[in-house]
Each structure stands twice: as structure tokens, then as C-alpha cells.
């Protein structure tokens, strides 16, 4: 067989028979796009309850490991010694289901309605907040007639606009909610009925998680080489790393964020103290532009209802960003991504610009995997040729001799 293939005529034939072989794949698949999109659709449709199911476990995971490891690791003494894993993983998992079903709970129960009523005001108070809105500005400017005539001229289109979108278009989406809950009643049951088998599936695999574990790295070994698959689960170890450290830390800290920003408002009687406290928590998560993305639309906010205190909001959200940023960030997450500035603002660029909002919540974790991919490619590569691996060694590189693999420098470093 190894003669049959050291002749270069039938190493040709191979070759243009894997290109053929190929080319009609890929001929296919672009033929039955359309079908091989509504297949995959469809699948995914159907396993929906265990995509669900996977996803509320790996957020609950890293609770359960945390009471395994803490306030459940010495189980009673009553309990015999064969069950002590069963009673710290079925309590474990028993106490994080419950925490979550409370916290969506709470969710809908309290703060949701809230945020709907605080909304409702908004939108029925807009004209009276305009009027004050008005008259304050007219007290500002009463000495400035170049700029009081640019305001006259402009500002009775821009609030009777206003209030004619609020009223047009936002409060009939808003009121007909309870309609479009209604019509669509069979999808919602449909959707609640996956979400709740989901949640039977997480219990499964977060009691059974080793084993299944287990099982992918058998099937994996039995059908790689074992060099390829212990790289496979380097990577699956860093990828669960990076994203749990960042997303835990990074709820965590913006929870804190948000729980202070909403006890400042109400010591000093902002307006809508709960909605703002939320915007400023939710935008919290996205790196760099999310304090930005969070206090515009809540400055304006402010602005139109009590036009003096949002000075005062303003420098409140920059001391609370500089606690954040010099702070708590680092205290919660360190270098959880271990990116540079500049990578984190490239991937907020470019994942935003891909998957809008979502993406510039998941684009620094998922960069950040792919760049320590290509970093470590790289890394092997350079190792197997015997070249160094800092980047420092690069910087002033001319060449590389090929006999000695002797480093060439533009200069000599040493002076």
C-alpha cells in the first residue's frame, strides 16, 4: 500500500478525486441550501428543551459546585458514608433550583410590573414634563436671544413629536401586549413547556455531569489521536473558564452597580429611580461602552423631568464608572480574559457590528478565545521549529538565520 501511494500518478488521482469529491459536497449544499437551513431549523426546534436544559445547568453549575464545596462538604454524621455524595448533590442541586425559580419570581412578580407602571407614568406625564422642561430653559436663557430664538423655533415640533410617537406608536405596542399574549397563546405554552422540561434536563445532567463528561472523552479517544483530543480539552477547560469567569463576575458586578445606583437615586429623589438603577445595571455588562450606552438615555431622562439634578446624575454615574473600572471591576474579575485594551475594544467593535447588543455582551470572552486559539497554534508551531515564543524577541527582529536558527537584530539589543 505505502509503494502504491509512493507513485506520484496515483497520488495525482487521489488528489483530483478528493477535489472532485469535495467540489460536489459543497455543489450540494449550496443547491439544497434552502432545505439544509429549514432541516437544521427544524432540529433545533426539536431538541430546544435540551438546549435549555444544558444552559440552565452550566449557569447553575458553578452555584452547586460552590455549595458541594462549602456549606455542604461535611455532610451529618447520621448520614452514612456511601450517600455522602448523593446528599451534597441532590441538596446542592435541590437549594440553586430553588434560588433561580425565586429569582424569576421576583422578577416578574415585583420588578417587572414596577418598571411597566414607572413606564406608563412617563409616557402620561410627558407633556407636563415638556411644559417644566420649557420653562426652566427659558429661565436659562433669558439672556441669550440668539439661542432662546433657535429653542422657539425648534422645540414645539420636537415635543409635540415626541409625545406623538409616545402615543402613536410605544403606548399601542405597550397596551397591546395582553392581545398579542393572547394570539399567540399556543407559543407561549409551547415555549413554557420546553423552558420546564429544560429545567428537568439541567437536574439530569447536573447530577449525572461527570459521566457524561466521562463518556465524550471516551468516544473522543476512541476515535482521534490522544495528542489532538488532550488539546480539544485544554481548550474546552479555558473556554469554560473565560466565559464563567466573565459572565459570573461580571453579573455579580453589575448587580452591585446597579443596587447602588438605585439606593443614590432614592436618598436623593431622582425620577424613576427603578428604571434608571436597571439601565445602569443591564448596560453595566458590556465593557467600555456600556456606562456610556446606560447614562444617555437616562441623562435625557432626567433632563426632561427635574433639569437640575442631572449635573448631579452625570458626575454621580462618572465617580460610580471610575469605582467600577479602578475598583470593583478588578477586585471581581481580575484578568478574567487576559485581552489588552485594544483586543477588547476591537472585539466590542466587532461583534457589536456582527450581533448587535449580544455581541458586545459575548465578544470579549469569545475573542478572547479565539485569540489564545491562534496564540497557542502559534506557539506550537514556533516550538517544533525551536524559536523562541515571546513576542519581545520579535520586535526588532531583521531575520532569522536558517542554519542555527540565530536571531538577527537591527541593532544590537545589548546597547
Given amino acids: 500500500m505505502k509503494k502504491l501511494f509512493d507513485n506520484k500518478y496515483v497520488c495525482w488521482a487521489v488528489t483530483i478525486l478528493s477535489v472532485l469529491v469535495i467540489g460536489l459536497l459543497l455543489y450540494f449544499v449550496l443547491l439544497r441550501y434552502a432545505g439544509i437551513l429549514h432541516f437544521c431549523g427544524r432540529l433545533v426546534k426539536i431538541l430546544l428543551p435540551f438546549i435549555y436544559?444544558?444552559?440552565?445547568?452550566?449557569?447553575?453549575?458553578?452555584?452547586?459546585?460552590?455549595?458541594?464545596?462549602?456549606?455542604?462538604?461535611?455532610?451529618?454524621?447520621?448520614?452514612?458514608?456511601?450517600?455522602?455524595?448523593?446528599?451534597?448533590?441532590?441538596?446542592?442541586?435541590?437549594?440553586?433550583?430553588?434560588?433561580?425559580?425565586?429569582?424569576?419570581?421576583?422578577?416578574f412578580v415585583i420588578i417587572i410590573p414596577q418598571v411597566l407602571k414607572s413606564f406608563d407614568m412617563l409616557v402620561d406625564?410627558?407633556?407636563?414634563?415638556?411644559?417644566?422642561?420649557?420653562?426652566?430653559?427659558?429661565?436659562?436663557?433669558?439672556?441669550?436671544?440668539?439661542?432662546?430664538?433657535?429653542?422657539?423655533?425648534?422645540?414645539?415640533?420636537?415635543?409635540?413629536?415626541?409625545i406623538k410617537y409616545l402615543?402613536?406608536?410605544?403606548?399601542?405596542?405597550?397596551?397591546?401586549?395582553?392581545?398579542?399574549?393572547?394570539?399567540?397563546?399556543?407559543?407561549?405554552?409551547?415555549?413554557?413547556?420546553?423552558?420546564?422540561?429544560?429545567?428537568?434536563?439541567?437536574?439530569?445532567?447536573?447530577?449525572n455531569k461527570e459521566l457524561f463528561g466521562g463518556q465524550f472523552k471516551k468516544i473522543m479517544y476512541a476515535i482521534m489521536p490522544i495528542d489532538k483530543v488532550n488539546i480539544i480539552i485544554d481548550n474546552i477547560k479555558y473556554t469554560d473558564k473565560v466565559f464563567n469567569g466573565f459572565f459570573m463576575g461580571k453579573i455579580i458586578d453589575s448587580l452591585i452597580i446597579g443596587v447602588i445606583c438605585y439606593i443614590f437615586m432614592l436618598i436623593f429623589k431622582f425620577p424613576f429611580p427603578l428604571i434608571i438603577a436597571i439601565i445602569i445595571g443591564i448596560t453595566n455588562i458590556i465593557p467600555y461602552f456600556g456606562p456610556f450606552i446606560g447614562a444617555i438615555p437616562s441623562a435625557i431622562f432626567i433632563l426632561i423631568i427635574s433639569p437640575h439634578k442631572v449635573l448631579g446624575f452625570l458626575i454621580?454615574?462618572?465617580?460610580?464608572?471610575?469605582?467600577?473600572?479602578?475598583?470593583?471591576?478588578?477586585?471581581?474579575?481580575?484578568?478574567?480574559?487576559?485581552?489588552?485594551?485594544?483586543?477588547?475594544?476591537?472585539?466590542?467593535?466587532?461583534?457589536?457590528?456582527?450581533?448587535?447588543?449580544?455581541?458586545?455582551?459575548?465578544?470579549v470572552p469569545l475573542f478572547s478565545i479565539i485569540y489564545a486559539f491562534i496564540s497557542g497554534l502559534c506557539n506550537r508551531s514556533l516550538d517544533k521549529k525551536k524559536l523562541s515564543t515571546k513576542t519581545y524577541d520579535y520586535i526588532d527582529l531583521a531575520a532569522i538565520e536558517n542554519k542555527n536558527n540565530k536571531y538577527v537584530y537591527k541593532y544590537d539589543k545589548r546597547k
Fill in 316 to 363: 454621580f454615574i462618572f465617580i460610580l464608572q471610575q469605582f467600577d473600572g479602578n475598583i470593583l471591576g478588578p477586585k471581581i474579575l481580575g484578568n478574567k480574559t487576559g485581552l489588552k485594551s485594544f483586543w477588547v475594544l476591537f472585539a466590542i467593535i466587532l461583534f457589536g457590528g456582527l450581533f448587535n447588543v449580544l455581541g458586545m455582551i459575548i465578544g
Fill in 167 to 207: 402615543n402613536d406608536i410605544i403606548m399601542p405596542e405597550r397596551k397591546s401586549l395582553i392581545g398579542n399574549i393572547s394570539s399567540g397563546f399556543l407559543s407561549i405554552v409551547k415555549t413554557i413547556s420546553n423552558i420546564i422540561i429544560g429545567f428537568i434536563i439541567s437536574i439530569y445532567v447536573l447530577y
Fill in 125 to 162: 406625564n410627558v407633556p407636563y414634563y415638556f411644559k417644566s422642561f420649557k420653562a426652566w430653559l427659558d429661565d436659562y436663557i433669558v439672556n441669550k436671544p440668539t439661542i432662546r430664538r433657535i429653542v422657539n423655533e425648534n422645540y414645539d415640533n420636537i415635543s409635540k413629536n415626541t
Fill in 53 to 107: 436544559g444544558f444552559a440552565i445547568a452550566y449557569i447553575l453549575n458553578q452555584f452547586v459546585k460552590l455549595l458541594e464545596n462549602t456549606i455542604l462538604k461535611n455532610p451529618p454524621s447520621f448520614i452514612p458514608k456511601k450517600y455522602h455524595f448523593k446528599y451534597r448533590r441532590v441538596l446542592s442541586i435541590t437549594i440553586a433550583s430553588i434560588v433561580l425559580v425565586a429569582i424569576i419570581a421576583l422578577l
